[in-house]
């Protein structure tokens, strides 16, 4: 009998992984500080022009400029964080749906697949 399952695909650390993931937030955070004075540019240009209905178009802006803060912040978290990992450690990089076949006497907990991945390599399947 066949079944679907998750399989969770790990990436083992390496240095080459360090700094393309470093250099991902650097770029997303380059993104969101634009799309940060973007909003803070527009606040104050609806500022000038619309006297009426101020405090609606205030309150949109600034909600919106929140998120990209937090967003800023959680992307810091994680640089912060990649930066203690050690090399060689184990990320949990995604999960996939792989078809497994299983037959009656099959130890359930051996069904359970791990793909182990360096450097875009599958290094070890457990």
């Not at 800023?72 to 050690?86: D, G, M």
Request: charged share 35%; hydrophobic share 35%.
């Amino acid at each position: 009998m066949q079944i679907l399952q998750t399989v969770i695909v790990k990436q083992i650390l390496t240095e080459a992984m360090k700094q393309s993931m470093l250099s991902s937030y650097q770029d997303k955070k380059a993104q969101l500080e634009k799309e940060y004075e973007q909003l803070r540019f527009e606040l104050k240009k609806a500022e000038r022009l619309h006297k009426s209905g101020r405090k609606q178009t205030a309150r949109f802006y600034e909600r919106e400029m929140e998120q990209r803060r937090e967003k800023i912040k959680n992307i810091e978290f994680q640089q912060s964080q990649l930066e203690l990992l050690p090399l060689g450690s184990e990320l949990k990089a995604k999960e996939l749906q792989a078809l497994v076949e299983v037959n009656v006497g099959d130890h359930w907990e051996e069904a359970e697949k791990t793909i182990v991945v360096k450097d875009g390599i599958i290094i070890e399947i457990r």
